[in-house]
Structures are given as structure tokens and as C-alpha cells.
């Protein structure tokens, strides 16, 4: 079933379908990882035909929260080197925040925008400053020009 599984969503990214390639990556994963499977997945990430889609979708669902230790485990064990992210790289949400922040919006401003609770926002912004090591929003925005994260 985790072999049938994982070669169902590199079908899906060849097929240019994310959500049910990741959707159904995660399925493959979540019955894999409580029983430690790695051969299944390392089989498939030395494949010349699947090795490369394999990668890049586990990348991707590792970046979105699923089983990240697992995922690189599974990476490692087939001799993928991979870079890890800088645990100051900001997410896809926290920079639609800052981009907002940059553009002058208050937060319940920003939480209007992108349909979320104040409080959410509130939790993305001290995300942001212990990310970016800085202390207010001004400094935020001017961090996150010089990355050229806005």
C-alpha cells in the first residue's frame, strides 16, 4: 500500500497535480513512518525514472509540517544531500504578513486582507521578529528588504 502510495504521487507531480500529489505522499508517510519503512522510499529515490520526483515531493511536504525528521531520515538513508532551511526562513505566510506590514497595513488591517483572526496575525509578527532577530516592525520591513524577502 506505501509503495502503491508513493508511486500514485509521483504520478500526480508528473501530472502537475500538488494537491493530490502531496495528499496522497502524506497517506504513504503517515503509514510508513509508525513502522519505520525506508526501503520502499529508498528504492524509489535511487531510481533513475522516479529518483529526482521523489526528492522534490518529499522536499515539499516536509516544508509543509509533514513528518520533517521522518522525510530527511528517508532522504539520508538514500544518500540524498539535501540543505537544510535556515531556522530564520520566513514562510510563505509570514512573508504575505511582512509584504503587508511593508506596505503600511495595521494588523487588524493585515487580518482583514488575508482573512484571519487578529491573534493569528499577532502570532506570525513575533514569528517573524525572533526569525529576523529584531524588535519592531520597522525593523522587520528593513530586514526583510535587505534579504530580499519584500
Same mark, same amino acid.
Given at each position: !500500500?506505501? &509503495? !502503491?502510495? /508513493?508511486? %500514485?504521487?509521483?504520478?500526480?507531480? +508528473?501530472? $502537475?497535480?500538488?494537491?493530490?500529489?502531496?495528499?496522497? *505522499? &502524506?497517506?504513504?508517510? /503517515? *503509514?510508513?513512518?509508525? &513502522? =519505520?519503512?525506508?526501503?520502499?522510499?529508498? $528504492?524509489?529515490?535511487?531510481?533513475?525514472? &522516479?529518483?529526482?520526483? !521523489?526528492? $522534490?515531493?518529499?522536499?515539499?511536504?516536509?516544508?509543509?509540517?509533514?513528518?520533517? /525528521?521522518?522525510?530527511?531520515?528517508?532522504?539520508?538513508?538514500?544518500?540524498?544531500?539535501?540543505?537544510?532551511?535556515?531556522?530564520?526562513?520566513?514562510?510563505?505566510?509570514?512573508?504575505?504578513?511582512? @509584504?503587508?506590514? @511593508?506596505? =503600511?497595513?495595521?494588523?487588524?488591517?493585515?487580518?482583514?486582507?488575508?482573512?484571519?483572526?487578529?491573534?493569528?496575525?499577532?502570532?506570525?509578527?513575533?514569528?517573524?521578529? +525572533?526569525?529576523? $532577530?529584531?524588535?519592531? %516592525?520597522?525593523?522587520?520591513?528593513?530586514? /526583510?528588504?535587505?534579504? =530580499?524577502?519584500?
Amino acid at each position: !500500500m506505501i &509503495e !502503491m502510495l /508513493a508511486l %500514485r504521487a509521483i504520478l500526480a507531480a +508528473r501530472a $502537475d497535480q500538488p494537491c493530490q500529489t502531496l495528499s496522497t *505522499l &502524506e497517506q504513504a508517510l /503517515a *503509514l510508513a513512518e509508525p &513502522e =519505520g519503512y525506508v526501503r520502499t522510499f529508498i $528504492d524509489l529515490l535511487n531510481s533513475t525514472s &522516479e529518483g529526482r520526483t !521523489m526528492t $522534490d515531493i518529499l522536499l515539499q511536504t516536509a516544508q509543509r509540517g509533514v513528518a520533517p /525528521a521522518y522525510v530527511a531520515h528517508l532522504l539520508q538513508a538514500a544518500g540524498v544531500t539535501i540543505s537544510a532551511p535556515s531556522p530564520n526562513t520566513l514562510n510563505e505566510r509570514e512573508i504575505q504578513i511582512i @509584504a503587508l506590514i @511593508a506596505a =503600511g497595513h495595521s494588523s487588524p488591517k493585515v487580518a482583514e486582507t488575508l482573512v484571519i483572526s487578529i491573534h493569528t496575525v499577532r502570532t506570525h509578527v513575533k514569528n517573524i521578529y +525572533r526569525k529576523l $532577530d529584531v524588535h519592531s %516592525r520597522v525593523q522587520a520591513v528593513e530586514k /526583510a528588504h535587505t534579504l =530580499g524577502l519584500v
